[in-house]
């Protein structure tokens, strides 16, 4: 019996496997800070939603890759301090983030984590890595969806250029 046909988490991470556990943890610590300071600047109660979604989700990610580090001798990156309570009404004005701002800045971040997942998914050879990264990949979809509907109905979306009159086709 090989070294890699066994359950899959007594088998060796790979190097990629463990620069991705790293930097996916690391990113969603910087990520869970990010939301934090998103969430007193919001006005907005479905915005706010999400972003608690969105918390919750970076503490699951932070959670599972740090076990799977950790379990394979491997020392997580560390966690920045919970930022201080603020008023939305004691943000200045022109330090303030705006509700579209917040959510056009989530709905970027969003469609970046869809990106790494596919990408760690598919240089993943560990079923278990693959897997997890497959359910991240999923709800970042889901919240994808849930930013772009809220966007639509806030008016908060920029389209880019529409094609609202289509071309006569051209017979050859």
Not at 107 to 123: I, K
Not at 125 to 148: C, S
Not at 156 to 166: A, D, F, S
Request: charge should be negative.
């Amino acid at each position: 019996m090989g070294v890699l046909n066994g359950n899959p988490k007594d088998e060796p991470l790979h190097y990629g496997e463990i620069f991705n556990l790293w930097q996916v943890s690391a990113t969603a610590k910087m990520s869970l800070s990010t939301y934090q300071a998103f969430h007193f600047h919001a006005g907005d109660q479905d915005l706010k939603k999400i972003i608690d979604d969105l918390m919750d989700q970076a503490q699951k990610e932070i959670k599972d890759c740090d076990k799977i580090l950790k379990l394979n001798g491997f020392v997580p990156p560390p966690s920045l301090p919970d930022r201080p309570s603020v008023k939305l009404e004691d943000i200045p004005a022109g330090a303030r983030f705006s509700d579209q701002e917040i959510a056009a800045a989530l709905t970027g971040a969003v469609s970046l984590s869809l990106v790494v997942c596919s990408q760690v998914m598919g240089m993943s050879i560990r079923e278990d890595i693959g897997t997890m990264f497959m359910k991240i990949h999923a709800q970042m979809a889901a919240f994808g969806m849930e930013l772009l509907k809220m966007n639509k109905q806030k008016g908060w979306l920029i389209p880019p250029p529409l094609q609202l009159k289509k071309p006569e086709p051209v017979h050859a």
